[in-house]
Nanobody, 114 residues
């Protein structure tokens, strides 16, 4: 199975920043619309941000102005820059192409706590 690989995350203090990256080994992601999702304990997985193949972006309201999704074409990654992190941003973060051609990865844990 071909799946996404996420990296970044970890423990961050409230108000801090973190950057996540994802890629699919052997696949050029530039032609795919990709979304970053998150799943907090006891909650459903939700879409946080998405970027189209033409680099149009959109965000859920709760992260608008704090998170930025962008591509690094040189590294073939889709990244999520997260600023002004809050405890409610704590979750496992995943990315996936919106067409679901590739499988979910293992995700990366982001914990916002003092």
């Amino acid at each position: 199975q071909v799946q996404f690989v996420e990296s970044g995350g970890g423990l961050v203090q409230p108000g801090g920043s973190s950057r996540l990256s994802c890629t699919v080994p052997g696949v050029m992601l530039s032609g795919y619309a990709v979304g970053w999702y998150r799943q907090a304990p006891g909650k459903q997985r939700e879409l946080v941000a998405a970027i189209t193949s033409g680099d149009t972006t959109n965000y859920r309201d709760s992260v608008q102005g704090r998170f930025t999704i962008f591509r690094d074409y040189a590294k073939n990654t889709v990244n999520l820059q997260m600023n002004s992190l809050q405890p409610e941003d704590t979750a496992v973060y995943y990315c996936r192409d919106t067409g679901c051609e590739f499988d979910w990865g293992q995700g990366t844990q982001v914990t916002v706590s003092s």
